[in-house]
């Protein structure tokens, strides 16, 4: 009984030892180019998915407005494009470098799939609640205390909605053109007025 007792006691020790001597050995991966540590995509994964369905922020909102996407646009310019993309435009140094590597909203050569016809695509909870609480450990930032709710919903809907752009929305993209509509905020400051969902 004694021995079983040893055994499981240095069994308990050994464990947490070995884990620490991994850490310091100098060869667990801490460089962004590096591979991810041994079970690193699991936990993550099943924490944010944990997560989610504990929390369910879900603002129950109609899809978005082509002056929703507007705005979302030039938030996204500002505060997102460096990381996430812009249409045709390659990868900046910044999204290259980053473990992990910031999804890309846009593929070079896509070309938008709007149809005018077609209702824009309704808020997607998970990019809503990642927008506003940021990822940790990831780079993805959270925006709840620099933008308000409403430019977070705007946002988020302009990422559901990137793959068919109103043309509006793209030529804010592009830094083209400023919606007359939204002419008084064209300075790009976050001074505007997100259009409230009705
Ligand atoms: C400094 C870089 C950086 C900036 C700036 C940034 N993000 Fe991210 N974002 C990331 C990274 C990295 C991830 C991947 C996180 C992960 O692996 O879970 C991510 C993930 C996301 C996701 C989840 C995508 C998915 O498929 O799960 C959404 C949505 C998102 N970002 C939206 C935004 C929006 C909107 C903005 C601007 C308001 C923004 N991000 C700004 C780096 C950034």
Same mark, same amino acid.
């Given at each position: @009984?004694?021995? !079983?007792?040893?055994?499981?006691?240095?069994?308990?020790?050994?464990?947490?030892?070995?884990? !620490?001597?991994?850490?310091?050995?100098? !060869?667990?991966?801490?460089?962004?180019?590096?591979? =991810? #540590?041994?079970?690193?995509?699991?936990? &993550?994964?099943?924490? @944010?998915?944990?997560?989610?369905?504990?929390?369910? &922020?879900?603002?129950? $909102?109609?899809?978005?407005?082509?002056?929703?996407?507007?705005?979302?646009?030039?938030? !996204?310019?500002?505060?997102?494009?460096?990381?996430?993309?812009?249409?045709?435009?390659?990868? *900046?140094? +910044? &999204?290259?470098? @980053?473990?992990?590597?910031?999804?890309?909203?846009?593929?070079?050569?896509?070309?938008? *799939?709007?149809?005018?016809?077609?209702?824009?695509?309704?808020?997607? =909870?998970?990019?809503?609640?990642? $927008?506003?609480?940021?990822?940790?450990?990831?780079? @993805?930032?959270?925006?709840?205390?620099?933008?308000?709710?409403?430019? +977070?919903?705007?946002?988020?809907?302009?990422?559901?909605?990137?793959? &068919? #752009? =109103?043309?509006?929305?793209?030529?804010?993209?592009?830094?083209?053109?400023?919606?007359?509509?939204?002419?008084?905020?064209? *300075?790009?400051?976050?001074?505007?007025?997100?259009?409230?969902?009705?």
């Amino acid at each position: @009984m004694r021995k !079983y007792l040893i055994v499981f006691i240095a069994g308990v020790l050994l464990v947490p030892a070995a884990i !620490y001597l991994y850490f310091r050995s100098g !060869y667990a991966p801490v460089a962004t180019s590096a591979s =991810p #540590l041994p079970f690193e995509r699991f936990f &993550a994964k099943l924490a @944010m998915r944990a997560t989610l369905s504990r929390e369910e &922020a879900k603002p129950q $909102v109609p899809p978005p407005t082509e002056a929703d996407l507007v705005s979302g646009a030039r938030l !996204y310019r500002e505060d997102c494009a460096v990381c996430h993309g812009l249409p045709n435009q390659p990868q *900046s140094a +910044i &999204a290259a470098g @980053m473990y992990p590597h910031p999804p890309q909203f846009f593929r070079t050569g896509e070309t938008s *799939s709007f149809d005018p016809g077609h209702p824009f695509r309704p808020l997607d =909870p998970k990019a809503f609640w990642k $927008v506003k609480n940021g990822v940790r450990l990831t780079g @993805m930032p959270g925006f709840k205390d620099s933008l308000t709710e409403q430019q +977070i919903l705007a946002v988020s809907e302009f990422v559901s909605n990137a793959r &068919a #752009l =109103p043309p509006s929305a793209v030529s804010v993209l592009e830094g083209k053109s400023e919606n007359p509509v939204h002419a008084e905020s064209s *300075s790009g400051s976050r001074s505007f007025q997100v259009p409230n969902h009705k």
